[in-house]
């Protein structure tokens, strides 16, 4: 189980909005429910945050 590196507290799985380029999406990831930072894997940053972030610096 991860824990926050600031808080100590456990990570729960929360849908989390991200944004980018005035554009947003949802996404269930780990996060602090203390501080709200957030986990991201790398699966999903390497997948599909980057197919968003691709398809919006094409339009």
């Not at 999406?25 to 997948?47: D, M, Q, S, W, Y």
């Not at 980057?50 to 094409?58: F, G, I, P, R, T």
Request: proline fraction near 5%; hydrophobic fraction near 35%.
């Amino acid at each position: 189980m991860w824990k926050c590196n600031a808080c100590n507290e456990p990570l729960v799985v929360m849908k989390t909005q991200f944004s980018y380029m005035d554009r947003s999406f949802t996404h269930e990831v780990e996060r602090c429910p203390k501080c709200g930072k957030v986990n991201i894997p790398l699966e999903l940053a390497e997948g599909r945050m980057a197919e968003v972030e691709e398809q919006l610096e094409d339009k």
